[in-house]
């Protein structure tokens, strides 16, 4: 079955120091995953992609995704965090075995951030 | 291009009531998903429709839950007889067709209170 964990529920950084958000997989085929980020009240926005190739992929606000097919993760990282990036982060996997028709988010991740 | 839009952003109704909300997608979008997401959770996929057809439908939506797409541009999803456990943040998502079919543009979202 198809399915996102994103193992921590929440983490605090302080402003500076370095990040990494957890995701895992389980897709019966090559997976199409991606990041989004929610601020309160808002909607998702896409930070960034992986379909194929350099399994390093970069996003916009300076974050990154690293795919490791041996361990069916897309873990998210940051060098320095900023205040402005507290909010709620998710990770999603692409049904592309239906076309796209359907995606499969994680429970997310809220990410508080010291000042 | 001004996004993805839902309205209300914000509805408060009495159990029992019937609700309508709206998605206006992004206007040459013919792909439209709708989520429900509950406090502390992910996305989780309801529907969606590609031009008026309505191709994937969760197993979870029960029968109080339809969608339309009735000219393939926006949307509604009505909640028939509605229940404490409705209560929720609804968010719509299109994205075009061919080789971007997978980038999802999400709405603001529209919040549930059922009293």
């Known amino acids: 079955a198809q399915s996102v964990t994103q193992p921590d529920i929440h983490i605090t950084v302080s402003e500076g120091a370095s990040l990494e958000l957890r995701c895992n997989y389980s897709y019966g085929a090559t997976p199409y995953l991606f990041w989004y980020v929610q601020s309160p009240g808002q909607g998702l926005q896409l930070l960034l992609k992986?379909?194929?190739?350099?399994?390093l992929v970069q996003g916009i606000k300076g974050f990154e995704a690293e795919f490791k097919r041996s361990q069916s993760s897309f873990n998210l990282r940051k060098p320095s965090v900023h205040w402005s990036d507290a909010a709620e982060y998710f990770c999603a996997v692409g049904d592309q075995k239906n076309n796209f028709n359907k995606f499969y988010f994680g429970s997310g991740t809220k990410l508080n951030v010291k000042p | 291009d001004t996004g993805v839009s839902q309205n209300p952003r914000h509805k408060i109704t009495k159990r029992g009531q019937n609700v309508t909300f709206r998605c206006d997608p992004i206007s040459e979008h013919n792909r439209l998903y709708w989520y429900r997401q509950t406090l502390g959770q992910g996305p989780e996929f309801l529907t969606y429709f590609q031009n008026e057809a309505q191709l994937e439908k969760s197993r979870l939506l029960s029968d109080r839950f339809s969608a339309e797409r009735p000219k393939g541009s926006f949307s509604t999803l009505e909640i028939q007889r509605t229940e404490q456990g409705d209560s929720a943040m609804y968010l719509c998502?299109?994205?075009?067709?061919?080789?971007?079919?997978?980038?999802?543009?999400f709405g603001a979202g529209t919040r549930l209170s059922v009293l």
């Open positions: 998502a299109s994205s075009p067709t061919g080789t971007l079919r997978n980038i999802q543009y």
């Open positions: 992986y379909f194929s190739g350099d399994t």
